[in-house]
Nanobody
Framework: VQLQASGGGLVQAGGSLRLSCAAS????????MGWFRQAPGKEREFVSA???????????YYKDSVKGRFTISRDNAKNTVYLQMNSLKPEDTAVYYC??????????????WGQGTQVTVSS
């Protein structure tokens, strides 16, 4: 699975961005998808995840600090996962990575990674 993240940019606090992660390969539906972020000098941290599509119900997970502001979704027809980010804060500034693997909050649970897209939120 190859992943290509896009949609990052510079936005003022309170603004919105939508990140996209396009996946290649026919096994997209078999993987849970996650978004992680890494700020300068900090470790990569979990942001959100969405379960694999073959389950009856697709679960979503969020870091506490983004609950109510971020929404993860997936479009299996387009092999794409999205992260809608609203009410952005300066502390959301980071490089955002999408990943495919098992549903979880640890980077070690994900096998495939995209190249990252920069999100910068100005105050």
């Amino acid at each position: 699975v190859q992943l290509q993240a896009s949609g990052g940019g510079l936005v003022q606090a309170g603004g919105s961005l939508r990140l996209s992660c396009a996946a290649s390969g026919r096994t997209f539906m078999s993987y849970a998808m996650g978004w992680f972020r890494q700020a300068p000098g900090k470790e990569r941290e979990f942001v959100s995840a969405i379960g694999w599509s073959r389950s009856r119900t697709i679960s979503t997970y969020y870091k506490d600090s983004v609950k109510g502001r971020f929404t993860i979704s997936r479009d299996n027809a387009k092999n794409t996962v999205y992260l809608q980010m609203n009410s952005l804060k300066p502390e959301d500034t980071a490089v955002y990575y999408c990943a495919a693997g098992s549903t979880g909050t640890s980077p070690s649970e994900y096998t495939y990674w995209g190249q990252g897209t920069q999100v910068t939120v100005s105050s």
